[in-house]
T-cell receptor, first 116, second 115 residues
Framework: EAGVVQSPRYKIIEKKQPVAFWCNPI?????LYWYRQNLGQGPELLIR????????DSQLPKDRFSAERLKGVDSTLKIQPAELGDSAVYLC??????????????FGEGSRLTVL | AQSVAQPEDQVNVAEGNPLTVKCTYS??????LFWYVQYPNRGLQFLLK??????LVKGSYGFEAEFNKSQTSFHLKKPSALVSDSALYFC?????????????FGKGTRLSVIA
């Protein structure tokens, strides 16, 4: 069974440029998460989807970040414009029955963003 | 709000010796607790979880963790460390006091097993 797939793995851009990350969760997983992991830190939740509905986006900086999961399967996270402080690894994860809270998350390998 | 603390940035242990990676948590209700491992340039991999029941939980690669409610701890342990266990370990907690609460991660502990 394929795991969570993310692309691109690495992205280097100049500040003020836009960037987008894509995630395809494990088949059948209705809950999808985007986390940001800064160097030397644990992952921090940006947004969580239950199917196509964003149920927790309180930590998403909405002035420059946006996300979508139109058909309740794959998802895109966009930053426009990027700032130096956005340099981080963006992790996508999925789980079964996220609303019940007992299931573990399955993570992709992450997209490492460097903003120059 | 729930939180988790990993008091050690780095743990060094000799191969073959037992290892412990510490984790304490704070929640309003009952906790769901998880341990994940991250190898360089990789995503996080699930090791084990505590939801309810037996306080000693066994997981992947010979790891186990003990839930201690009175000390609000969930330390990760392994009887005999391997060099290949060297990685970054994250403890995470979800509070069950309200419906859908987020999974909150600690800042991680780097485990280095020396041959």
């Amino acid at each position: 069974e394929a795991g969570v797939v993310q692309s691109p793995r690495y992205k280097i851009i100049e500040k003020k440029q836009p960037v987008a990350f894509w995630c395809n969760p494990i088949s059948g997983h209705n809950t999808l998460y985007w986390y940001r992991q800064n160097l030397g830190q644990g992952p921090e939740l940006l947004i969580r989807y239950e199917n196509e509905e964003a149920v927790d986006d309180s930590q998403l900086p909405k002035d420059r970040f946006s996300a979508e999961r139109l058909k309740g399967v794959d998802s895109t996270l966009k930053i426009q414009p990027a700032e130096l402080g956005d340099s981080a690894v963006y992790l996508c994860a999925s789980s079964l029955f996220g609303g019940q809270g007992t299931g573990e998350l399955f993570f992709g390998e992450g997209s490492r963003l460097t903003v120059l | 709000a729930q939180s988790v603390a990993q008091p050690e940035d780095q743990v060094n242990v000799a191969e073959g010796n037992p290892l412990t990676v510490k984790c304490t948590y704070s929640v309003s209700g009952n906790p769901y607790l998880f341990w994940y491992v991250q190898y360089p340039n990789r995503g996080l991999q699930f090791l084990l979880k505590y939801i309810t029941g037996d306080n000693l939980v066994k997981g992947s690669y010979g790891f186990e963790a003990e839930f201690n409610k009175s000390q609000t701890s969930f330390h990760l342990k392994k009887p005999s460390a391997l060099v290949s266990d060297s990685a970054l370990y994250f403890c995470a907690v979800r509070d069950t006091i309200q419906g859908n609460t987020p999974l909150v991660f600690g800042k991680g502990t780097r485990l280095s097993v020396i041959a």
